[in-house]
């Protein structure tokens, strides 16, 4: 491609290139802003194009002003992927993201959002991530439903500890957490049924960190290869795609899909209905199964990775293996310590 000349940017956006060697300092809350900073310049500059793709498309001429908000927004893109990148060579974990096949913005957005002292052990790393099957999101309706039950069992006027601690052993969450975004917002020290209800509604999980890594699953299934060039977590992706194909053909999802198609409205002319109605899952559904298992090995071993950084000693070995004993324990692949 030929060279493109560099764009005119007004002074005051500029950054001086020797700055961008200071992203090697940057502790982790400030690599969390890093981070989202690349996320609104990113999303700066694709707003900025489709609104110039539009005004071409009607054959009209964009204003030079919209241009220029490009041609920033891109600069800026540039100069914050070049600070991720020279932050992201400082910490063992990220390189070994790189390593394994994942993106320079996800590996930066999932070490600054993990913080591994507030998670004691692989499990709390997976509810943290919201890839705890027990722990869902509910809707407005039944958010709704669950306050007016704890209404009529307790009958009282304001909600206290014991009824948040009630609320959240019924809806499988943990107690302070849901004290304490109850409160948040409130203009007194006592809360509300209503406060109450916005803190139900609230997501259980980190709903920023699940995104980036239900892109890291689909990258997991782009990524090919062949013989000893494919990658490690697609080969898990394979292995487990195959596993649940076999099982839905055997039929061991069948109380799945039914439950699917009691709580779920379909079009009948869809796939999905069809599989449903045959006790099968569709398609989309096993590959969605088979990719959340290969993130969720991948958070195990990213989980050894920084415990091992901050610690410099491995983990307690998931209960699945040390309790249970029921699984082979896949070894992390490219371990970056001697």
Known sequence: MPNKKAPKIPAALTIDEKLILQAADLTWREGKFL??????????????????????????????????????????????????????????????????????????????????????????????????PDQVRLTKKEAGECVRYFQDKYKKDYPDAEVIYAVAKELNRGPKQLLYITRVGTKHTSITWGTLYKAILSYPYCQELKEILFRVGIQFRRVGGSGLDIPPYRAVYDWRKQYEIDRNERGDYEDQAAHRLATRTWKKTTVAYACYSEGK???????????????????????QVMYFERYGKMPKRPYILDVLGKEREIVCPKWPFK
């Open 35 to 132: 981070y989202r900073q690349h996320q609104n310049v990113q999303s700066l500059r694709k707003a900025t194009g489709q609104a110039i793709d539009a005004l071409k498309k009607e054959k009209l001429d964009p204003p030079e002003l919209f241009i220029r908000f490009r041609r920033s927004a891109r600069k800026l893109e540039q100069q914050t992927n070049a600070a991720m990148e020279i932050y992201l060579d400082q910490h063992v974990p990220m390189r070994w993201m790189r390593a394994v096949g994942i993106g320079i913005s996800q590996s930066v957005g999932i070490y600054s959002l993990i913080d591994i002292e507030k998670s004691p052990t692989i499990s709390s790393l997976h509810r943290f991530c919201g890839y705890d």
């Open 281 to 303: 899952l569709p398609p989309l559904h096993v590959d969605a199964r088979a990719r959340r298992f290969a993130v969720k090995i991948f958070l195990v071993h990213l989980y």
